[in-house]
């Protein structure tokens, strides 16, 4: 995996939250994405995030995601979270909000205008946090 630093602080973190999805997907989902991890070692963070917003579809790992009721883990849920707002265009954010609220997913309160407020200490990833299958 590319473990380059990007062009900021803002860019380099959004890499690691990248590999951390990744690593949280096998975790919880058993999902194996090895594209993902591929684009992630050629393209960085940001730049496979842009490619996989730049599809007019969602990626093989979105549905795999969704079907494992795991959509908090999606590149379009990272994208959209505040601290990384900088690093997307309108469009491309406009693109994530879009794809989650298709499948019924509102991203951290995005679609009422306030964010979620993560408690202290939480971390996706305890050993009692699993997705929940979605009703396909």
Do not use: I, W
């Amino acid at each position: 995996m590319n473990d380059e630093p990007g062009t900021n602080d803002v860019e380099d973190r959004f890499h690691r939250g990248m590999a951390d999805v990744y690593q949280q997907a096998k975790d919880e989902c058993d999902y194996t994405a090895t594209r993902f991890l591929q684009m992630l070692a050629e393209q960085g963070g940001l730049g496979t995030a842009r490619t996989l917003l730049g599809d007019s579809k969602t990626s093989d790992g979105f549905t795999a995601l969704r079907k494992c009721g795991c959509l908090h883990l999606t590149v379009e849920n990272l994208v959209l979270r505040s601290e990384f707002q900088e690093l997307f265009t309108p469009a491309e954010r406009e693109t994530a909000l879009n794809r989650l609220k298709l499948r019924g997913f509102d991203p951290a309160g995005l679609a009422t205008g306030q964010e979620m407020k993560v408690p202290k200490g939480f971390s996706p990833t305890a050993p009692d946090r699993r997705c929940t299958p979605a009703s396909v």
